[in-house]
């Protein structure tokens, strides 16, 4: 659970610097080192001290899925079905975006929604 406290002399120590993933742009196989390259820069974009004093702790996206299937494992996979939904060009099915987001690097998350 990601808790936060607002504080006006943190605020930009808590901005990044470089801008994150985009969305609406094209995966491809690779995305799965992108993520990890991403996953690094933002964790070098927050360091540990800034966190610590405003009470946030770094997950990667894997773990933080992980959490949230655990809380509400119903919502997540109904969010889920909501993507493969708005997908229509090509068509997609809830497979089909539980395999992107597991070749995105969310291989424990994908794993606990499909053990349901």
Known sequence: MLRFRTSPDLHDEL???DRIHRHGEPHD???GEELDRLTDRVAEGFPAAVLQQCDIEAKSPDDFVLDQVGIDGLTVT???QQIADSRT???QDT???LSQLERDGLVESIA???AG
């Open 112 to 114: 606990a929604l499909r």
């Open 78 to 80: 109904a969010c889920v």
């Open 29 to 31: 196989e690779a995305d």
């Open 15 to 17: 901005v990044p610097i």
């Open 95 to 97: 497979e089909d975006v």
């Open 89 to 91: 060009r090509p068509p």
